[in-house]
C-alpha cells in the first residue's frame, strides 16, 4: 500500500461529513418554534369551524351528511326545525346538535367535501391539547363562529394571526368535471366576517396568489430545493442572490407582523 492509498485510508471517515458539510451552504430549515411558525400549508387541515352566511344565518341544515361521510365516526348531529318567528338557517332545518369528537377525528376533511353549504370547513389550527376526555369533545357552541365570523378561541388552543384565514382551499381550486376554464370562477357563498374568499391559484393562472397567500409559501418552500430543481432564473450564482434577496424580504415582512401583533 502506497502512502496516498494510507492517507485516503486513514482520512476516509471525512466522507461521511458530506451531507453535513453541504447542507451548511444552505438556509435553515429550522425555525424558533414555538415562538416563531413556518406559514402552513393552503390546504391545511386543522381544527373546524362552523360558519354563517354574512347576514349572521347559520350555514348548516342538519343534513347530517357529514356525519354519514365520517370514516372515523366522530361527528354527531341531529336536526331540528327553524323556529318560524326567528329562524336559524335559511333552510327548513338546522343543526340543533353538532358534536366533534377530536380524540377519533383523522382530519381527512371528507365532512366539508360532503357539506351541501360549505358549512364545515377547517381552519389551519392544529395545536389544541385537552385535560380530559370532555373537552376534547366540540360541542356546536364551541364550532360555530363568533358574530364577527371569527372563530372562537378557548383556551387550550394556540392560535396565531392567519390560522383561520384561507379555509378549505380545496374548494375553490377545484372545477366542475375538471375543466380548468372554470377555474378562478366563484361558485361558493360568502361567510360573515370574510366576505367571498379569494380563488386558488389553478392552472390557467386566474388566481390571486396574495389574497390567498400562495405567494408567501412559495417563495418560502423554493429557498430549501436542490438547485437542480429550481426555476432557471434560480439557478447558478445569480438565483443565489436572489434567493437571499428573497430570504432577507421574508424576514423583513415577519419582522413587522411581529411588530403589528406586539402594538395590539
Known amino acids: 500500500m502506497s502512502l496516498g492509498d494510507d492517507v485516503r485510508e486513514r482520512l476516509s471517515f471525512l466522507g461521511g461529513f458530506k451531507v453535513t458539510l453541504r447542507q451548511m451552504l444552505r438556509p435553515r430549515v429550522t425555525s ?78 371528507l365532512c366539508v367535501e360532503a357539506c351541501p353549504t360549505e358549512a364545515i ?14 373537552d376534547a369533545i366540540y360541542t356546536r357552541q364551541e364550532l360555530l363562529v363568533d358574530d364577527e365570523g371569527r372563530p372562537r378561541q378557548l383556551a387550550w388552543e394556540d392560535w396565531r394571526e392567519g390560522d383561520d384565514l384561507h379555509t378549505s382551499a380545496w374548494m375553490r381550486a377545484t372545477s366542475p368535471s375538471g375543466d380548468a376554464s372554470y377555474e378562478g370562477h366563484v361558485q361558493w357563498s360568502g361567510e360573515l366576517g370574510y366576505g367571498v374568499r379569494a380563488p386558488e391559484a389553478g392552472q390557467n393562472g386566474s388566481g390571486d396568489e396574495v389574497a390567498t397567500g400562495s405567494r408567501e409559501l412559495r417563495a418560502l418552500y423554493q429557498l430549501h430545493l436542490d438547485d437542480v430543481d429550481r426555476p432557471p432564473e434560480m439557478q447558478g450564482a445569480r438565483g443565489a442572490v436572489k434567493r437571499v434577496q428573497a430570504k432577507i424580504a421574508l424576514r423583513r415582512e415577519a419582522m413587522v407582523r411581529r411588530r403589528g401583533a406586539a402594538r395590539r
Open 121 to 134: 370547513t377547517e381552519s389551519k389550527l392544529f395545536e389544541f391539547s385537552f385535560t380530559n376526555r370532555a
Open 32 to 109: 424558533q418554534y414555538p415562538l416563531e411558525k413556518r406559514p402552513k400549508p393552503i390546504r391545511f387541515h386543522g381544527r373546524h369551524v362552523l360558519n354563517r352566511y354574512e347576514d349572521g344565518m347559520e350555514k348548516c341544515i342538519g343534513c347530517e351528511l357529514c356525519a354519514g361521510v365520517c370514516p372515523a365516526d366522530c361527528i354527531y348531529v341531529r336536526g331540528a326545525d327553524n323556529p318560524r318567528d326567528d329562524p336559524v338557517s335559511p333552510g327548513e332545518r338546522f343543526g340543533f346538535v353538532y358534536e366533534i369528537n377530536y380524540l377519533r377525528c383523522i382530519h381527512c376533511d
